[in-house]
């Protein structure tokens, strides 16, 4: 286990498309995060899980995204009928929560997705 | 609002010059703040965090509340010191989840 996984690393696709994303966290971390960043940007959050459970939602995620964490292990993110305003990268990280303290969350290289 | 500002987006220096990387928070809250850095074609890593009051590559952060800031300083830049900074603010309410600023590009020049 090397750390944070993400797949695919580049995502093209045109406009109305539909793109799945993957994360595989370090194994044995319960905490699951999704972030955003665009060109100039810090990232900026979307969601979290605590196992499989979403715990909360930026109101930057629209309707049209979706994140699922079905076994408390890997995530998916998707985007429903992608718009030219998803091109960004997207960044997953997770952390061992011990129920104190800060627990150092641990990025992802992340998935760049470019709408045309 | 909850906020952090990296006024720079660039901040270039010569080699052995000292460093100063500015960094503003808005928070009703108790901060706790973080500088990550961003080392060219690697992913984004925890530099250092306020509360543990460490010297990680020469680096160090005072969270000064009176001010809403947590500038990072190192007195000599190296070269490999050059990356993407980015300062942010943990939300405890928000499951631990991290606020970032726009970033701070440093380049040292040799």
């Known amino acids: 286990d090397t750390g944070v996984s993400q797949n695919p690393r580049h995502k093209i696709t045109k406009r109305g498309q539909n793109v799945t994303f993957r994360c595989d966290p370090i194994?044995?971390?319960?905490?699951l995060y999704w972030y955003r960043q665009t060109l100039g940007q810090g990232p900026e959050f979307l969601t979290y899980?605590?196992?499989?459970?979403?715990?909360?939602k930026s109101r930057l995620l629209s309707d049209r995204f979706s994140a699922e964490r079905p076994k408390g292990s890997f995530s998916t993110l998707e985007i429903q009928r992608t718009e030219q305003g998803d091109s960004a990268m997207y960044l997953c990280?997770?952390?061992?929560?011990?129920?104190?303290?800060?627990?150092?969350?641990?990025f992802g290289p992340g998935t760049r997705l470019t709408v045309l | 609002a909850q906020r952090v500002t990296q006024p720079e987006k660039l901040l270039s220096v010569f080699k052995g010059a000292p460093v100063e990387l500015k960094c503003n928070y808005s928070y009703s809250g108790s901060p706790e703040l973080f500088w990550y850095v961003q080392y060219s074609r690697q992913r984004l890593q925890l530099l250092l965090r306020?509360?543990s009051r460490e010297s990680i590559k020469g680096f160090t952060a005072d969270l000064n509340k009176g001010e809403t800031s947590f500038h990072l300083k190192k007195p000599f830049a190296q070269e490999e010191d050059s990356a993407m900074y980015y300062c942010a603010l943990k939300f405890m309410e928000y499951g631990n989840k991290l606020v970032f600023g726009a970033g701070t590009i440093l380049r040292v020049k040799s």
């Open positions: 194994s044995e971390h319960n905490r």
């Open positions: 899980f605590q196992n499989e459970a979403q715990l909360e």
């Open positions: 990280a997770s952390s061992l929560d011990l129920g104190w303290g800060y627990n150092e969350q641990f």
């Open positions: 306020h509360i």
